[in-house]
Nanobody
Framework: VQLQASGGGLAQAGGSLRLSCAAS????????MAWFRQAPGKDREFVGT????????VYADSVKGRFTMSRDKAKKTVYLQMNSLNPDDTAVYYC???????????????????WGQGTQVTVSS
């Protein structure tokens, strides 16, 4: 599975951005898709995850109520709608996939098998 992230850019505090993660390669009916982010000098941080089949989502406390994940099965694409952005959201955002049987929310980066290249999000104050 190959993942291609896009949609990053520059936003002002309080603004919005939408990230996309397009999957290609092998087909899959069961997977967990996630977004992580990494700010300079910090560890990679879990943002949110979505069950590919059911569409259920889990978010990090730091983004809950501001960020929303969704998926379009026909396009094999996962989205991250980011609202009420603040400078602390500045980071490189990575999409990830865990393909196969999934039964819970996976929050650790080492639980994901496939990664996109990352897209930069910068929020100015």
């Amino acid at each position: 599975v190959q993942l291609q992230a896009s949609g990053g850019g520059l936003a002002q505090a309080g603004g919005s951005l939408r990230l996309s993660c397009a999957a290609s390669g092998r087909t899959f009916s069961s997977a967990a898709m996630a977004w992580f982010r990494q700010a300079p000098g910090k560890d990679r941080e879990f943002v949110g995850t979505i069950m590919w089949s059911a569409g259920s989502t889990v978010y990090a406390d730091s983004v809950k109520g501001r960020f929303t994940m969704s998926r379009d099965k026909a396009k094999k694409t996962v989205y991250l709608q980011m609202n009420s952005l603040n400078p602390d959201d500045t980071a490189v955002y990575y999409c990830a996939a865990r393909v196969g049987f999934v039964y819970r929310a996976y929050r650790q980066s080492n639980e994901y098998d496939h990664w996109g290249q990352g897209t930069q999000v910068t929020v100015s104050s």
